[in-house]
């Protein structure tokens, strides 16, 4: 059982940086694949990016690409998602996820645990 702890949110004006951290537990860190999703008012929670175990495959959602970056650090047991040039679009509540052996990294099902989530607001 892995445990999976988001930090870092908060509130912010567009054009502002913000990094999430996500500090896992319970597991072996770098066997997993991690993913950030995230959930805006009234949406359904999508993809925003993974990164493979090593960290040299990192895909990201066109909504975000050029702007967030995902990165890990298997000794900490930790992801971080770098978010650049917020917009008031990104407003969202942020989780993270860890694939144990499925093969893709871009759908809810393809995770077995997930953290409780953290609030960022990008305010106009």
């Known amino acids: 059982q892995v445990h999976l702890v988001e930090s870092g949110g908060g509130l912010v004006q567009a054009g502002d940086s913000l990094g999430l951290s996500c500090a896992a537990s319970?597991?072996?860190?770098?066997?997993?694949?991690m993913g950030w999703f995230r959930r805006a008012p009234g949406k359904e929670r999508e993809f925003v990016a993974a990164?493979?175990?090593?960290?040299?495959?990192?895909p990201y959602a066109d909504s975000v690409k050029g702007r967030f970056t995902i990165s890990r650090d298997n000794a900490k047991g930790t992801v971080y998602l770098q978010m650049n040039g917020l917009k008031p679009e990104d407003t969202a509540v942020y989780y993270c996820?860890?694939?144990?052996?499925?093969?893709?990294?871009?759908?809810?099902?393809?995770?077995?645990?997930w953290g409780q989530g953290t609030q960022v607001t990008v305010s106009s």
């Open positions: 319970g597991g072996t860190f770098s066997t997993y694949v």
């Open positions: 990164i493979s175990r090593s960290g040299d495959f990192t």
């Open positions: 996820a860890a694939n144990q052996n499925r093969r893709g990294y871009a759908a809810q099902a393809d995770y077995d645990y």
